[in-house]
């Protein structure tokens, strides 16, 4: 991990507040609905659209974390 300080301007903070608003209220949500529907179809081992809804899920929760680590410094 990075130990130096990151500088941001009012603005980018914003921009990032918004990407964090939009991650945790709109798309979280998204994911788990397809996540929901995937498993619907049966066996998710073999299930690409879980897979793929899954990945993203995980690509969300680590932008959510290094988006809220960016805003706490």
Known sequence: MNNKPT????????KLRAELDEMVNVRR???ANRIAEAKEHGDISE???YEDAKN??????RSE????????H
Request: charged share 30%; net charge negative.
């Open 7 to 14: 500088y941001i301007s009012r603005d980018g903070l914003e």
């Open 56 to 61: 993203e899920q995980a690509f969300i929760e």
């Open 29 to 31: 949500a998204e994911v």
């Open 65 to 72: 974390e290094h988006t809220s680590e960016l805003q706490s």
């Open 47 to 49: 299930n690409a659209e």
